[in-house]
């Protein structure tokens, strides 16, 4: 393995690409569905056009839904889901997304291109990961 060390490597050399998402108006029985059939803990929660409207976590999950013992049958993503989101574009270096996820306590980042279309998302996980070439 090879240790890259330089800070100018952009956020699409290290995102998350193929991404589980979740479609507006979906029940949040069927986001968890989707969360356990996928083993994944976030969905992005995207509209018809695959702009990106919200994400979906477990904790949202947990404090809205559950502990709220809320009807998840009925219950939409978009009555749950982090709407106000902290996104970057493709452009952004690994380090201004590291200095922003540590200066607004995030664990994930959705990328997303000029038109708010979701194109990836990077992760603490994508970060922990990153500098390692597993070739």
């Known amino acids: 393995m090879k240790k890259l060390t330089t800070v100018n490597v952009k956020v699409s050399r290290v995102m998350t690409k193929n991404l589980v998402t979740v479609s507006l108006g979906s029940t949040v029985e069927e986001a968890v569905k989707r969360m356990i059939d996928f083993d994944v803990e976030c969905l992005p929660v995207v509209d018809s056009k695959g702009k990106l409207q919200g994400l979906l976590t477990f904790r949202d999950i947990i404090i809205k839904a559950v502990y709220s013992q809320a009807d998840v049958k009925k219950l939409k993503v978009e009555d749950i889901m982090t709407k106000d989101?902290?996104?970057?574009?493709?452009?952004?270096?690994?380090?201004?997304?590291?200095?922003?996820?540590?200066?607004?306590?995030?664990?994930?980042?959705?990328?997303?291109?000029?038109?708010?279309?979701?194109?990836?998302?990077?992760?603490?996980?994508?970060?922990?990961?990153?500098g390692w070439d597993f070739k």
Request: proline share 2%.
């Open 85 to 130: 989101l902290v996104t970057c574009n493709l452009k952004c270096t690994v380090l201004d997304v590291v200095k922003t996820m540590k200066s607004k306590h995030l664990r994930r980042i959705p990328v997303v291109n000029t038109r708010n279309k979701l194109v990836g998302l990077i992760t603490d996980f994508d970060l922990a990961l990153f």
